[in-house]
T-cell receptor
Framework: GAVVSQHPSRVICKSGTSVKIECRSL??????MFWYRQFPKQSLMLMAT?????????EQGVEKDKFLINHASLTLSTLTVTSAHPEDSSFYIC??????????????????FGSGTRLTVV | LAKTTQPISMDSYEGQEVNITCSHN???????ITWYQQFPSQGPRFIIQ???TKVTNEVASLFIPADRKSSTLSLPRVSLSDTAVYYC????????????FGTGTRLQVFP
């Protein structure tokens, strides 16, 4: 089945530094990837939609200059948390959608999620 | 996107059948109903999707009444490993790429 690899799984960084998180679709191409943030005991919150070869679309309230998204190829999207602060500490999850999902060929909607990145800013 | 309402939490014991109901009163004609499972510190995993009546796969069953204003995820004979958060999502995945998660139901299975 479709696999999405997300790295790193955990990262601790100092306040004021930047952290890059990678999301790769291993066995399929994904023109669209998604980035979510999840705080403890809360649901996933969609941050942005990453489109290959174009600018990302950010959800309302998400600072695009703070959360830089690059989707340079059909298999890789990166999220960079710039000038991280303790309040940015969270669980970040990416998702990619395979083209088969739109056709419902396999009976699911084609979304595959990465295993998440636990970011701790100290 | 239709808003969904689920119970915040549920408890069960191993071997029991668990039914989690989701309300989606404003579901649109083109919307499908999808359920995801999430274990702690992991990304969500697709469980099942349906449009109407009943859908069954190797993991679960999904019951959708005729008015489609609600749906019930049924997990037969749960085990400890089914302890997770279950999310009900409603949307037209043919025409939109966004997946918007609601609050989810935290299922705790006891021995």
């Amino acid at each position: 089945g479709a696999v999405v690899s997300q790295h790193p799984s955990r990262v601790i960084c100092k306040s004021g530094t930047s952290v890059k998180i990678e999301c790769r679709s291993l066995d399929f191409q994904a023109t669209t990837m998604f980035w979510y943030r999840q705080f403890p005991k809360q649901s996933l919150m969609l941050m942005a939609t990453s489109n290959e070869g174009s600018k990302a679309t950010y959800e309302q309230g998400v600072e695009k200059d703070k959360f830089l998204i690059n989707h340079a190829s059909l298999t890789l999207s990166t999220l960079t948390v710039t000038s991280a602060h303790p309040e940015d500490s969270s669980f970040y999850i990416c998702s990619a959608r395979s083209l088969r999902g739109k056709g419902r060929v396999l009976g699911d909607d084609g979304y595959t999620f990465g295993s998440g990145t636990r970011l701790t800013v100290v | 996107l239709a808003k969904t309402t689920q119970p915040i939490s549920m408890d069960s014991y191993e071997g029991q059948e668990v039914n989690i109901t989701c309300s989606h009163n404003n579901i649109a004609t083109n919307d499908y109903i999808t359920w995801y499972q999430q274990f702690p510190s992991q990304g969500p995993r697709f469980i099942i999707q349906g449009y109407k009546t009943k859908v069954t796969n190797e993991v679960a069953s999904l019951f959708i009444p005729a008015d489609r204003k609600s749906s019930t995820l049924s997990l037969p004979r749960v085990s400890l490993s089914d302890t997770a958060v279950y999310y009900c999502l409603v949307g037209d995945s043919q025409n939109t790429d966004k997946l918007i998660f609601g609050t989810g139901t935290r299922l705790q299975v006891f021995p």
